[in-house]
């Protein structure tokens, strides 16, 4: 006998529709499964048989075969127990094939035939309701993932006996109701971080809150203990609040990668990675044999702090150029090409030179030689995407008074959030959220410049000599800082503020 149920596997972040083919007949007991499982799928069947006889179920002493169409994509993990399961109880008709007709079926059997939760529920559950498919049975602890995917109807179960029962009508499983429009309000997540506790460092903190507003690349350059990873770490703080489009998006690529947690299932704050500086190419920038997402794709909509820039592998750092251009990353494999998000905002800090003093202090003593060597890595290409550049100074005793006075991570917020929302309004039918995200069409769009501008602009990039895209990140920033004081049009002293904002290269680097 001969039945189909519908499942799915991942390509890179994406669901893919594949349909589970289960034969049983006459011959030699067998067990066989094709259509390019890897390991993990051909283990199923150890599984499976174990699972059904523990389920009370009688397997059959019968040739079984399992066909994974279509044969010429490569299945992975082991979401495909459940679905064969299925697919032998219907052949041996312990269960009606109409029972789950048009149904996508997911999860992974325990041997005592209990259901266990697997990864990339929410990109196959999208995939699937793009197709047109509307019921689902997933695991129980996938559910809250599950019940992301609006308009559908999805049962969440817990072992292979429930799903047969509920499968026969005996004990009818209702589908999961989740609000979503209250997700992201019931947040009660706190930032153990707030700016209050930075003395000084003003020019700093302002360029992070330009940096923040718009999304853009920001590096912070000074001695040790200036407060350049303190200050990073108080980022999330003050990043404008995440949208439900964009917390999807986050939760696919954590849902595929295996690091959701079953108890919040929806991101609701923006990503902010730090890897530490001995990282690989393939974890940054996402690899491997059937490659999976880097650091930069966790970090996508959010942010990815570099702390000691120069420490890294000048490989891993020109691998980032690519992502940070375009807002995403292409591996090319033998079976095919695949494509992670990476809109991410890099956040870096750096010392000048390898002891950290050269330029502020007579304790240096590195070498020119060491110091070219120390800055080398990072090149003149990279350095081109990181167009805020900000000089972190040693602080003075006065700034660290008990008394100074200093903004919260709550007022620096309260702007950026308005200026967040004067961009939502104007980027509503362009499909970007932020400054940063602008396109050289959009860029003559909307940030139109008087004469006085484009006058500052021409003799700036005249002097400075720069590339094109540091004229187009000029325009970019410039658009920011107009966005948090509220002005329509970009000014001459939103032009002349972008700028400062880039000097550090050619104080340290050139």
């Not at 930069?296 to 820039?309: I, R």
Request: hydrophobic share 40%; with cysteine.
């Amino acid at each position: 006998m001969l039945s189909k149920v519908l499942s799915s596997t991942l390509i890179g972040i994406d669901g893919f529709k594949i349909i589970v083919e289960v034969d049983i007949s006459q011959g030699l007991p067998a067990f066989d499964i094709v259509g390019l499982p890897d390991s993990a799928v051909k283990e199923s069947k150890d599984r499976v048989r174990t699972a059904i006889k523990n389920s009370n179920i009688n397997m059959p002493v019968k040739r079984v075969t399992i066909n994974l169409a279509p044969a010429n994509i490569r299945k992975e993990g082991p979401a495909f127990d459940l679905p064969i399961a299925v697919g032998i109880l219907a052949c041996i008709e312990a269960i009606k094939e109409d029972s789950f007709k048009d149904t996508m079926i997911i999860g992974e059997l325990s041997l005592d035939g209990s259901v266990k939760p697997v990864n990339g529920v929410l990109p196959m559950l999208h995939t699937g309701k793009e197709l047109g498919i509307k019921k689902y049975i997933v695991p129980y602890d996938n559910i809250d993932e599950a019940g992301l995917v609006s308009d559908i109807n999805v049962i969440g179960i817990k072992n292979l006996s429930e799903l047969i029962d509920h499968l026969n009508g005996k004990n009818i499983i209702k589908p999961i109701n989740i609000n979503i429009d209250n997700l992201l309000k019931n947040d009660t997540l706190k930032n153990d971080f707030d700016f209050l506790d930075v003395k000084g460092q003003e020019n700093v903190k302002r360029a992070l809150e330009i940096a923040a507003a718009g999304m853009h690349n920001i590096v912070m350059v000074g001695p040790p203990g200036s407060g350049k990873t303190m200050m990073a770490k108080r980022i999330p703080s003050i990043l404008p609040d995440i949208s439900f489009d964009e917390s999807i998006e986050i939760t696919k690529i954590y849902s595929v990668s295996g690091i959701l947690q079953n108890k919040n299932s929806l991101v609701t704050k923006r990503p902010f990675r730090a890897p530490h500086h001995t990282i690989s190419k393939s974890a940054m920038v996402g690899g491997g044999r059937l490659p999976k997402p880097g650091e930069v794709s966790l970090s996508h909509n959010g942010v990815l702090f570099l702390d000691e820039l120069p420490e890294f592998s000048r490989s891993v750092l020109e691998e980032l150029r690519q992502p940070l251009e375009d807002g995403q990353v292409n591996i090319s494999r033998v079976n095919g090409t695949m494509t992670f998000p990476a809109n991410l905002m890099l956040v870096a800090a750096m010392n000048p030179c390898p002891c950290g003093f050269y330029g502020y202090s007579d304790k240096c003593n590195c070498s020119q030689n060491a110091i070219s060597k120390y800055l080398g890595k990072i090149s003149g290409p990279l350095l081109d995407r990181i167009y805020i550049q900000v000089e972190a100074s040693a602080v003075n005793y006065e700034d660290l008074d008990m008394n100074t006075k200093t903004e919260s991570s709550k007022d620096i917020k309260d702007r950026v959030i308005l200026a967040q929302k004067i961009q939502i309004e104007r980027y509503k039918n362009d499909g970007i959220y932020f400054n940063s995200q602008l396109t050289a069409s959009l860029i003559e769009k909307y940030c139109i410049l008087g004469e006085a501008e484009r006058e500052i602009l021409k003799g700036v990039f005249d002097r400075l000599q720069l590339s094109a895209r540091a004229y187009h990140k000029i325009l970019k920033i410039a658009r920011t800082i107009a966005d948090l004081e509220e002005c329509e049009n970009i000014g001459v002293t939103h032009i002349a503020e972008a700028v400062q904002l880039r000097n550090l290269d050619r104080k340290f680097m050139f």
